[in-house]
């Protein structure tokens, strides 16, 4: 089987850096991608690590560790539109298996 | 590049009846699409996926017979919720890729049945 966890919840300020934490536990593994989702909208894929490091893409960037089975998500720089929900996933088999999410409020 | 157009956005029908829902790849050829179900303030959850010209492979628990799956073509995949249930409303989302490239979402349907 597998499983992935994250907060379920996150409170940060405009201008702040958070960082969302994911361990998973998977069969297989072939990478841990992270993916935003806004209130009644499609997720759109952030970021994606398939070896042990950081990826940077703008203010966002991923982090993996596989000995750790780890990875995290480091925004910057916080919007107010940064206000979504964010979700590690693990491509196992061709399939993308979601965590839970985390909910990430923005405050002024 | 790479947009997949998932139709119709919204859909609100009675209860008994079937409803069918549209994945296109419009800028690719997606050897497979993904169908999900996603609950409010819940993860997506992976119903079954679709390779070009088979049989779609349904998750465990997912009773094929209520949720019909046809992947015809490159680009199109449809979804079939059968005599649809107030229990089966729920936000669907298709995915759709191109051999081993990440996968592209559409906008999702909002079902709601009455």
């Known amino acids: 089987g597998q499983s992935l966890e994250q907060p379920s919840e996150v409170t940060a300020v405009e201008g702040a850096i958070v960082q969302i934490n994911c361990t998973y536990q998977?069969?297989?593994?072939?990478?841990l991608s992270w993916y935003q989702q806004h209130d009644g909208g499609a997720p759109t894929f952030l970021s994606y690590?398939?070896?042990?490091g950081l990826e940077e893409t703008g203010r966002f960037s991923s982090f993996l560790s596989r000995s750790d089975s780890y990875g995290y998500l480091l925004l910057q720089e916080l919007q107010m539109k940064d206000s979504a929900s964010y979700f590690c996933?693990?491509?196992?088999?061709?399939?993308?298996?979601f965590g839970q999410g985390t909910e990430l409020s923005v405050k002024p | 590049g790479a947009v997949v157009s998932q139709h119709p956005s919204w859909v609100i029908c009675k209860s008994g009846t079937s409803v069918k829902i549209e994945c296109r790849s419009l800028?690719?050829?997606?050897?497979?699409m993904f169908w999900y179900r996603q609950f409010p303030k819940q993860s997506l959850m992976l119903m079954a996926t679709?390779?070009?010209?088979?049989?779609?492979?349904?998750e465990q628990g997912v009773e094929k017979d209520k949720f019909l799956i046809n992947h015809a073509s490159l680009t199109l995949s449809t979804l079939t919720v059968t005599s649809a249930h107030p229990e089966d409303s729920s936000f669907y989302i298709c995915?759709?890729?191109?051999?081993?490239?990440?996968?592209?979402f559409g906008d999702g349907t909002r079902l709601s049945i009455l």
């Open positions: 995915s759709a890729r191109n051999s081993n490239q990440p996968q592209h």
């Open positions: 998977t069969s297989g593994f072939y990478g």
């Open positions: 690590n398939a070896l042990d």
């Open positions: 996933a693990v491509t196992q088999g061709g399939k993308l298996i």
């Open positions: 800028d690719f050829q997606a050897t497979t």
């Open positions: 679709s390779n070009e010209g088979s049989k779609a492979t349904y």
